[in-house]
């Protein structure tokens, strides 16, 4: 008798850990790839760069400072080692496009520059895909965690080798502070 | 409610509702070999055995290919021709921001991109349609998309992007395609019986059976009732849904706001969208039809209307962003 209690029990123990062990395989792999997708629009964005500053550049020509920072900006986030670093760089090349932005509404006939118009779009879009890229990642992460963490998982997610996700944050105060750059080019 | 259980509400009612469609037409095919053809003791059930498998077609064509028929009654072009097509840069750089924000929000949603759709109309207005997230149309018309800005457009895309994520679109999609055919049926089998009663009717007299007089008016309050039975259903589906996709879309941009100014000003818009018909109504954002019933509040009104008042939806949108 005891010895059927015993074997049940043993049953339903390894039934509930394979329960826990897939359906933290399932977030984790969502979370992965939500990972991956925050990489694929940051690429994107290092892609469009150039194309920006050839375009710019002729009008442009006494703003030369503020199309190198671009350029450099954009260097030193590819070059990034590491999401804690990445992280950083990328908020320095949204800063460096916000003022390459900023310092273009003093050229008006560059503005209307159709050409530019649909550049920014895109550099808006990207912007705006980057960021929910990021809110996805961190809602699925936040999903994983809270399922690894919450119990009775947690009496096993440790021991099956599932490791909390990271989330993303603002780590710059200065960058915290620095308000939206509107880009949306608003229309009536 | 979360997402899979308002998944799995709608694969139910999907389901329910191809279940029901058949078996009505399987009835209205009973009453058509029992009255018009004539209900011997030995009779081959021609009526009942077209009307299953044609229904059934139906129900399964719905499924399939009702985002087409959906899209192609309301006159909407893949934006890519609209693109190819476009005369002014104004209009290139405005499809090219709805497919961007349409790229967005699908990456919010964390599911693949829609096609986009834009229906050459200058009442905003918009809808989506689909069977589930990996077969999904967002259409909108030309004239949300001269109307709104980045925000407001957003809020509109993430408001359909909702629809599409908790598969409202394949529920709303297989009724407005079963829609259409109730009302085909109901009117062909009403010819039939006007001009088959009168064979049916002898025979009926001779047979004598007063049950059979029974199933007959029962029969007959079937196909009058069909169509507003149909209609009742898809408007009681789609109006619960309007709220929680408003929700959801505010989740998904975090700026309830910009769907909030969205539908003030495609309420401002009173002109009906004549390009979206009668039996789409319920897909839309907002009421196609530009019924003052949009605005009505009360039960007789609440019954009718395809949509929640829209100030009552604006409000709820404003509430949560003064919330945060």
């Known amino acids: ?88 760089r990328e908020g320095e090349l949204t800063q460096a496009l916000g003022r390459l932005f900023a310092v273009a509404e003093n050229y008006p006939q560059l503005r209307a520059t159709e050409n530019v118009k649909m550049l920014q779009e895109e550099l808006a879009g990207t912007e705006n895909k980057i960021g929910f890229a990021r809110q996805f990642y961190n809602d699925i992460a936040t999903k994983y965690n809270t399922a690894r963490e919450t119990f009775p998982a947690v009496l096993a997610s440790g021991a099956l080798g599932f490791k909390p996700a990271e989330l993303f944050e603002i780590t710059e105060a200065a960058e915290r502070q620095v308000p939206a750059v509107d880009l949306s080019m608003k229309r009536g | 409610m979360n997402l899979y259980e308002q998944q799995a509400v709608n694969r139910r009612r999907t389901w329910l509702v191809m279940a029901v469609f058949v078996a009505l037409a399987a009835f209205v095919g009973v009453g058509v070999d029992l009255f018009v053809i004539g209900g011997g003791q030995a009779y081959v059930p021609v009526g009942t055995t077209a009307a299953l498998a044609l229904s059934g077609g139906q129900a399964y064509w719905s499924l399939r290919r009702g985002d087409r028929a959906v899209l192609m009654s309301s006159g909407a072009a893949p934006v890519e021709d609209r693109m190819r097509a476009a005369l002014s840069d104004d209009d290139r750089l405005r499809y090219r921001q709805f497919t961007n924000i349409v790229e967005e929000m699908a990456i919010a949603g964390g599911v693949p991109a829609p096609r986009a759709y834009v229906i050459p109309d200058d009442d905003p207005n918009a809808f989506a349609t689909g069977r589930d997230p990996a077969h999904a149309s967002i259409a909108v018309t030309e004239g949300l998309l001269r109307s709104l800005n980045r925000g407001e457009l957003q809020g509109v895309v993430a408001h359909e992007m909702a629809h599409i994520r908790n598969l409202d679109i394949r529920l709303m999609t297989v009724v407005a395609a079963l829609l259409g055919m109730i009302v085909l049926l109901a009117d062909w089998a009403g010819r039939a019986m006007r001009s088959g009663v009168g064979r049916g009717g002898s025979r009926r007299s001779k047979n004598g059976g007063g049950a059979a007089a029974i199933v007959l008016v029962i029969w007959l309050l079937a196909i009058v009732l069909a169509p507003l039975v149909a209609r009742l259903m898809a408007l009681a589906v789609s109006r619960r849904r309007e709220y929680l996709a408003d929700a959801t879309g505010a989740e998904l941009t975090r700026n309830p706001i910009g769907l909030a100014r969205a539908l003030e000003k495609i309420e401002a818009a009173v002109a009906p969208t004549k390009a979206i018909k009668r039996g789409t109504a319920h897909l839309c954002i907002s009421d196609p039809l530009g019924s003052k019933m949009a605005a009505r509040e009360g039960r007789w009104a609440d019954l009718w209307a395809t949509h929640p008042p829209m100030h009552r939806r604006i409000a709820a949108l404003k509430a949560m962003a003064y919330e945060r």
């Not at chain 1, 790839?33 to 375009?55: E, F």
């Open chain 1, 1 to 88: 008798m005891t010895f059927y209690i015993v074997l049940g029990l043993a049953v339903v123990l390894v039934l509930w850990t394979i329960a826990v062990y897939n359906r933290l395989v399932n977030l984790r792999n969502q979370t992965t790839n939500g990972w991956k997708q925050i990489d694929v629009q940051l690429k994107r964005r290092h892609d469009l760069i150039p194309n920006l500053v050839a375009t710019v550049k002729g009008a442009m020509e006494f703003e030369r400072e503020t199309l190198t920072a671009v350029m450099d900006a954009r260097a030193r986030a590819m070059a990034a080692a590491g999401p804690a670093e990445a992280g950083r």
